[in-house]
């Protein structure tokens, strides 16, 4: 007999960084506009430096640096990285200095992407930030931050790596099996039953985390991967890697199915972190509808995608979906420019003083 769940995760060493149960809150305006009933699990309200997904996945990596005396952070991602973010203000939480490296992943960014959103808030936080040319090489980047915590070891600090490329355990995707039990306890209480699960799919963290955990708990709803990064065979395979090792490593091998992972790349290009007619429409429409925030990344494509789904009949009319929103807020204000040209539909009238 399989142990139970909350046993077979808490051998992992755990800091708590952010509030939890976040809300699942009905978005029924949206929901309407789009011929389905939308449910939102509110992963952008997590906290920790403005929130999202990352929060989650942090406090597994985290639990192991402190189990190891760790007092030095280093961590790799995109220049407007939510998860290096977050991992800056953890270390400040946790007492630990933090590295960052970012990665050159966007090309043709202005001055306001390099120095707005997500890098002005780890600028605040006191990270020491580090430049890495490439964009699209895992096994580099993750190569370079061991280099750096090899000096940083020989000057006398107590370094631990968050690696980015899926060769090391996801120990990340841990938050995302207990936010799956997290929501099913909530749509319990509320008598809900989806028909559909939407989240992001890049690092496939939150996406096999979540999957992982709704098949332990029996749950056999679809979870639908939007791509923000590569193209939907090369991330099914990763969320299939990923996935696999996260169900050994909770002893649960028999839950996944490989042939489960659905991941799709019709709202991905022109490639990771850049607009598309499809995330302008998303966005807009959430925010007009709804008043809800959505990123240009992230859950701006996650969206996007979502709307795709219900517009092709993958998702039919009527059905009760939920969509995981991870957050990634901050980089609306990097976008700032290229988000605030396309809305020349909204006019900045002058008061009338005389009237």
Known sequence: MPIPLTKAIDKFPRVRLGHAPTPLDP???LGKALGIELWIKRDDCTGLAMGGNKVRQ???PLGEAQSRDADTLLITSAVQSNYVRVAAAAGRQLGMETHIQLEERVPD???????SGNVLLDRLFGAKLHSFPVGDDEPAADA?????????????RRPYVIHLAPAHPPLGALGYVLAAEETLAQARALDLKFDAVVCPTGSALTHAGFLVGLRTLGKE???YGICVRR???????????????????????????ADEVEAFDGVLAPGYGRLNDAVREAISLAARQEGLLLDPVYTGKTMAGLIEHVRSGVIPE???????????????FAYGDRLGNWLSDVPWETTDLDR
């Open 221 to 223: 709803v679809p979870v």
């Open 318 to 332: 009527g059905s009760r979906v939920l969509f995981i929103h991870t957050g990634g807020l901050p980089a609306i």
């Open 109 to 115: 960014v202005d001055a306001l992407y390099r120095s």
């Open 144 to 156: 370079s931050l061991d280099l750096l915590a090899q000096t940083l070891a020989q000057e006398g």
């Open 231 to 257: 193209d939907a065979g090369s991330q099914a395979a990763r969320v299939r890697q990923v996935a696999e090792q996260l169900a050994a490593m909770i002893e649960r091998p028999e839950v996944f199915d």
């Open 27 to 29: 978005a029924p305006l």
């Open 58 to 60: 942090l406090e597994f």
